[in-house]
């Protein structure tokens, strides 16, 4: 079992910046593939940005530029910078881990929430 605990979210004035954070913590593999989503009223959760223990980073198009994903992985601890916020970014923040042979072991954090005002 994996346990993934967010931290940061808040509220923020448009064109301000947030640190989200995701401690990981239990039976965590070595390769695994993290990833921040969000969800905001209303609306389905969609992807933000990806980054594997190995490889490179994925961004949705809408934050490309604006948001850095990072990864520690001798915390085990995922990164969000997130820069030039937009109210159109406000949503409930979760933190996601999948590992195992085809991605079967599917964890997500509670989420956090960032509200950006304009």
């Known amino acids: 079992q994996v346990q993934l605990v967010e931290s940061g979210g808040g509220l923020v004035q448009a064109g301000g910046s947030l640190r989200l954070s995701c401690a990981a913590s239990?039976?965590?593999?070595?390769?695994?593939?993290m990833g921040w989503y969000r969800q905001a009223p209303g609306k389905q959760r969609e992807l933000v940005a990806t980054?594997?223990?190995?490889?490179?980073?994925n961004y949705a198009d809408s934050v490309k530029g604006r948001f850095t994903i990072s990864r520690d992985n001798a915390k085990n601890t995922m990164y969000l910078q997130m820069n030039s916020l937009k109210p159109e970014d406000t949503a409930v923040y979760y933190c996601?881990?999948?590992?195992?042979?085809?991605?079967?072991?599917?964890?997500w954090g509670q989420g956090t929430q960032v509200t950006v005002s304009s």
């Open positions: 996601n881990l999948q590992q195992g042979l085809g991605h079967q072991y599917d964890y």
């Open positions: 239990g039976n965590i593999f070595s390769r695994n593939f």
């Open positions: 980054v594997p223990s190995i490889g490179n980073t």
